[in-house]
T-cell receptor, first 112, second 110 residues
Framework: NAGVTQTPKFQVLKTGQSMTLQCAQD?????MSWYRQDPGMGLRLIHY???????DQGEVPNGYNVSRSTTEDFPLRLLSAAPSQTSVYFC???????????FGPGTRLTVL | GIQVEQSPPDLILQEGANSTLRCNFS?????LQWFHQNPWGQLINLFY???GTKQNGRLSATTVATERYSLLYISSSQTTDSGVYFC????????????FGAGTRLAVHP
């Protein structure tokens, strides 16, 4: 099992550029989530999904889009990157509660 | 919304020392999890503990849901325990949506 994988590990964008952060899991988990972590802070939920075709917003959804066409993949799209989106992004997956969440290694994104 | 507060914010220990980390939350929660973020940034789940006490080796955790707090105990600390410890709560409504505290940064020196 690879667990939760994220690509790329690092990315530098210019303001206004778009990109997609990839997340995949091979544990057949129904639930997947995206979080961002800013320096000195805990993680904040961006979007989440409870199954293929079902997504919803978390605490800080503005500027991000998601879709879930398969159980395995949950990409996060930045349509027009802004410096305020400079952060480390973590993807997580789990079975429905009660279950622990498994986190990917993170993507460090810098927007200039 | 719910507030999750962790204390202390920073902790420095000598190898072999014991420590207690605290997590207070401001409202009822469905569950509580403790995570360790190692110096390379990887997040590892330590405990899923909505109530009661659990132990895993040198680590144990206790959650008193009625009083809205949880404690993480680290005994005989090792340099590999260094990193940031987060508690995260799931609010009512499920979906495993977590609200994280700001973390306790632990440095264990040899």
């Amino acid at each position: 099992n690879a667990g939760v994988t994220q690509t790329p590990k690092f990315q530098v964008l210019k303001t206004g550029q778009s990109m997609t952060l990839q997340c995949a899991q091979d544990m057949n988990h129904e639930y997947m989530s995206w979080y961002r972590q800013d320096p000195g802070m805990g993680l904040r939920l961006i979007h989440y999904s409870v199954g293929a075709g079902i997504t919803d917003q978390g605490e800080v959804p503005n500027g991000y889009n998601v879709s879930r066409s398969t159980t395995e993949d949950f990409p996060l799209r930045l349509l027009s990157a802004a410096p305020s989106q400079t952060s480390v992004y973590f993807c997580a997956s789990s079975y429905p509660p009660p279950d622990t969440q498994y986190f990917g290694p993170g993507t460090r994104l810098t927007v200039l | 919304g719910i507030q999750v507060e962790q204390s202390p914010p920073d902790l420095i220990l000598q190898e072999g020392a014991n420590s207690t980390l605290r997590c207070n939350f401001s409202d009822s929660v469905n569950n509580l999890q403790w995570f360790h973020q190692n110096p390379w940034g990887q997040l590892i789940n330590l405990f899923y503990i909505p109530s009661g006490t659990k132990q895993n080796g040198r680590l144990s955790a206790t959650t008193v849901a009625t009083e809205r707090y949880s404690l993480l105990y680290i005994s005989s600390s090792q340099t590999t325990d260094s990193g940031v410890y987060f508690c995260a709560v799931e609010i009512s409504g499920g979906y495993n949506k977590l609200i994280f505290g700001a973390g306790t940064r632990l440095a264990v020196h040899p």
